[in-house]
Every structure is written in C-alpha cells, then in structure tokens.
DNA sequence: GATGAATGAGTGTTCATTCAT
DNA sequence: TATGAATGAACACTCATTCAT
C-alpha cells in the first residue's frame, strides 16, 4: 500500500519514463502532450500537475536522467594502479555501453532545438574527464606526450558518432590506433 | 528576361533556401509552412505548386542539397603523387570546411526525426571513402598497416562532433596524434 | 474552542469573502474556482462541501451579501420629523457610502450575466423607497407636488453611475439642484 | 459580385456583429471564440486571419463600434437659436435611443473586465459635452446659473441607468424636474 | 503563377468537478 | 474536515492544406 507520497513520486517518475520514450520516438517537437500522456495510461491534464509546461517537463528530463553523473563515477574512479591502456579500453567500453542505455536520452538531446547547450556541456564535460585522465597519465609518464586534448575530444567524439548513427565502434581497435607504442 | 520554366526553377531553389534556413534555425518541426514561405516572400499556398507537402519539401531538401556528392568530389580527387599525411590533413580541413557551410543542412539532419537513415548513409558514406583511400596508402606502404575502417571512423567522427558542439578541431593535431610515426 | 458548527459556519464566510473579493478582481467568468479556493487558503475540492458548484456559489454571494437589507433599514428610518432636503442629503450620502463599501460586491453584479434581474430589482427597490419618501413629503405639504418617481429615479441613478465610473457625485449639490425652491 | 476586397471587409463586419451579440448575450469572458464563429457561420479559426486575438477582437468592437461619435455628432448640433428646454428634450431623448439601439454594446462595456476605463470615458466625455452645453446656456441667459456640471452628470445618469436596468425614463418630466422654472 | 480566404484537425493548457484517502 | 490526485471537456490558438479567384 503506497502512501500519497510515494504515489505521487512514481507518477511522476512515470510521466518522465513516457516523456523520454515518446520524445526520442517522435522528436520534442514532434511528440505531443497527449501522446505522452496516452504512453504514461493518463490525461493530458494530469501532466500540468507534475510540470508547469510541456517546455518544463523537457528541461527536468534533460536534468534529472542526463547521464554526465553516471559519465563522471565512470572516470573519476581510482584506478590509479592499473595500465592506461586497459583502463581506457574498459572506460571508452563503458561509455558506448552508457550512449546504447539511454540511446532515447541522446535522441532526446539531438532534436531539441534548444537544448543544443546542454549537449555542447554534456560533449565538453566529458572530453575534460578523459582530457584529465590522459594528461595524469602523460605526466606520469606512462603515456608518451602528446596532445591529450585532441585525443580526448577523438575518443568521445568516436564512441558518440558510432552510437549516434548506429555503427558500434571497436573499442579495441580504437585505443589500439590511437596509442600503437604502448604494446 | 526568363522563360517561364527558368522562373519556375529559380522559384523552386528559392523556396528550397527558406526552408532549409528555417528548418535550421526552428527545427523541421518547429517550423511551420507559413514561415517558409514567409522567409521566401511568397504564400504558402505557392508552396504547394512546387511541392506535395510539408514533408515532401523535407525530403526533397535532404535529397537535392545533400552535400554527399561533393564529398565525394574532395576525397576521389587524384592525389596519389602527393604524402598520404599531407592529403589527409588537407581533406579533414575541407571536410571540416564542408561541414561549417553546411552547418543549416546538419541542423535539419540531426532534427529530422525520419532522416535518420540519411544521416547514417551520409556518415558511413563519408567513413568509407575516407577509410579507401587510407587503405590504398597502406597497400601502397605509405603508411603502417592498422585497422584503416577504425582510423576512418575516427577522423570522420571527431571532425563532424566538434563541429556539431561548437568546438573546432585542430585538425593538423588530429592527424599527427593518429599518425605519429609519419613524421 | 470553537464548535463543529461554528467552525462550518465561519468557513462558508470566509470562501464567501474570498469569492466576493476574486469575482469583483477578475469578473464572475475571468475568476476560477482554484482562484478562490487560493485566496481563501484553502483547497479547491473543500469548496464543494459548502457550495455545490461555482454558479450556486455565485447565487449564494448574490442572495446573502446584497445590501438591499441594509439600504432598506437606512431608508425607513423613522425621519418625519426632519426636514426633506436635510434627510435626503443624508441618504444619497449614505447610500454612496454604501456603494462605496460594496464596491466589490456592484463590480459583481455587474459581471454576473446572468444577474441582470437581481441588479435590476435592486435598482428599482432603492427607487421606490425614495419615491416613497418623497411622495410623503409632499403629500405632507413639505416638498412641492411633482414627479416623484422620476426624482426618485434621477436620484438614485446619478449616485449610482458617479460610483461605477468613479467620478463621485457631490450630493448637496445634487440636492440643491434637484429642490431649487426649497433654499 | 464581390470583388475579394468587398469580401473581406463584409466578412470582418460580419464577425464583428457576431462578436457583438455573442459578447452582449454571455459576457465577454463567457463567450467563447467557438460561440462568436458558430454564431457567423464560420471555422474559429478565420477569425484569427481578421483579429490578432480575441482580446484584439473585442478591443476593436469597442474601439469601432463605440458610439461616442454619434453622441458627439448630436450633442454638438447647431441649435442655438431654439429654446434650451426643447433642444435638451430632444437630446436626451436621442441619447436615450441611442443607448437602445446599443444595448449589446452597453452590454459589453459593463461586462468586460478590461474596458471600465473606456466606459469611464464614455460617459465622462458625454457628462462633458451636456455640461458644455448646458453652460452655453446658462451664459446666454436662458437657464438659471446652477451647478451645470452636477446636472450633466444628473441627466446623463438616469438616461444610462434607466437604460441599464430596464427602466425606461420619461424624458419630459426629467427635464422638466430639473428645470421647474423655465416653464 | 500567385494569392489569400477558408477549413478541420490539431496544439498546449486550464478548469470545474469528483472521490479515495 | 480537508486534501490532492485524477478526469474530461473545454479553451484560445496554430497549422498544413485546398481552392476559387
């Protein structure tokens, strides 16, 4: 038995589960208060309970299960101890499996027309964590030096297109092109 | 003086320009007919001489001003006299070039929700030819043997997302971090 | 420690006051039901166990707060012994007063569309009572035999009009003007 | 045969009659803009290619179909050369008709919430023209020196309330109470 | 070729009302 | 007694589309 609380959180949760599914299906412009409505079992009005406009029920989802949390567990985890190589290998692995969990939520960032910002933090941010983690290894010598920023932006922007167009990349393959010396 | 079927023409390209800067700017769906036509000069009710729908016209934008072929152009040019490094970095400039001119057209892409096929074809499209020509400079010893559809997917990626997030590439760091020993 | 009785009672007065003070704001139509249920701290279902539905509010409001009552006492009022031009500077006065302190209460009526009836008979039951008087007074030799009704009517109307379009009236004027000969 | 001009101007009377009727019958907040197209005959939806909003709509109404030129034209008429009582008789009983002939329009004036300031100068501006008059007069003469601005307000009320409430007033007898002596 | 009047289905949103808690 | 989740019908307004002119 749940309390009203309780309720009201799931519902809420609910319509945010519809909303995603149904955006990233029909594009944010394309996709209607109804039809969220229809996939969350309710009436559209029910909706304006939870959020103030179709405009805030976007921007809480963009906020509340954008994944750059989870983005930043994933990189920030010690792994001091262990080889660059195989740390990349397992981070960029974890990453593409992050994009492929929550492939609407990219959807959702790619046909929002105003929600371009958000995507350009979302790219960047991530680009700083693997910049930070290669320029730790590089000053610890057990990368060779070299331009750690573009790297970064390469082994995201990589792993996101393939994603993004459907043509999963080999991970592998990929650190192994861009670090061949470290065999 | 035009004949009537140049006039036609010209009418034609004309509205295919609003739309494709409208569509950029609001979204595919964001944008109604009546702006379009408004961004051309001209009623709504002319669009429907040139063009069956709304969507017909989306279709028609990505069919006829694709940039496809003129990728095709920059990347089958004959350039075997010339160093596969110094080709390559040339080619990611003018394919990042491309990308800027076309920053509208990308737009419409990635907002178009049923053009995600288009996309994807325009990716792996632009993956492959990029990746041909790497292997003919592996065949030809040029450059080492590596995983060239892995190295195509690679450049094409991190060129095309930093144009999509705002953040340039420094495309001559790109190309000697993925050919280091080329110097 | 109030009992359950009293504690309904006060309740029905206070959504009474909150409805009175919504309706004169935003008309009978502009105001909602969450409107009022707000201004009287409290939630809109409440409203339904006191009022059966928005318009038995409205009728409720009409019926109750109308100051008919009030006008009436000030009119009857046992004055025989005073002359006529000093009672009756002293009852437009108060009658403005009245309007005045009710001011809410006429933006109502007039808002009301379906309260045409009720304002129309409160208008005609003011007219009377002053005819009444007036007739009195000159039956009694006190004021010179005329039209007492359209007096009555003039009266009442000028006082009522200077409320509604904010511009008040100066009532010993209003007298003088309308009993020249009595000076 | 219309030309398209002819057309469209008709069509936009056409909606404003409506407009008119609908507003007097429900208000202006009860009516919808539903009601107003159903009631000319058309799709809600070519109001909008007349009227910005139904707030401009009913601006307009007000605005174009207000009848302070009319009252104007009749209360600024060359009679000086006729005997003040006749010519106020006359007047008032045109204004009276006036207000007859424009019942819908009192109508909205009273019900819609946004427009006390239009209707506080309607009836200033008429209070202003009678007191000129009236003032006219008295500096010629022909009435006794009073308080004429007092008296515009007196004479312009009961006709408005009258009106208002149902209650025709008989124009000679006002007249003639306000005016005993000029017999 | 081009217009713009007109439509009907849709949009996001609000509202009066009900009822389990 | 009082709440607030939920509804269904309505709202003002927009849109893609048609067609007589």
Redo the contacts between chains.
């Keep these: 038995m749940k309390t009203r609380r309780e309720q009201a959180e799931w519902r809420r949760e609910q319509l945010l589960d519809a909303a995603l599914r149904v955006f990233a299906?029909?594009?944010?412009?394309?996709a209607s208060v109804k039809d969220i409505a229809q996939a969350a079992g309710v009436t559209p009005g029910l909706l304006y309970r939870y959020f103030d406009s179709k405009e805030a029920l976007v921007e809480t989802l963009l906020a509340e299960r954008g994944f750059l949390p989870r983005l930043r567990e994933l990189l920030t985890a010690d792994n001091r101890a262990r080889p660059a190589v195989e740390v990349l290998t397992e981070l960029l692995g974890a990453f593409d499996g992050l994009l492929a969990d929550n492939a609407d939520l990219m959807a959702v960032f790619?046909?929002a027309?105003q929600a371009?910002a958000a995507?350009?933090d979302l790219?960047?941010e991530g680009q700083r964590l693997i910049g930070d983690f290669l320029a730790a290894r590089v000053a610890a010598g057990e990368l060779?030096p070299?331009?750690t920023a573009?790297?970064a932006?390469?082994l995201?922007?990589?792993v996101?297109?393939?994603r993004?167009?459907?043509?999963a990349?080999?991970v592998a393959?990929?650190v192994?092109?861009?670090f061949?010396?470290e065999r």
């Design positions: 299906g029909k594009g944010v412009d394309g790619f046909s027309t371009r995507l350009a790219v960047s060779r070299h331009d573009t790297a932006k390469t995201f922007a990589t996101a297109v393939g993004r167009t459907g043509s990349v080999d393959h990929l192994e092109l861009l061949p010396c």
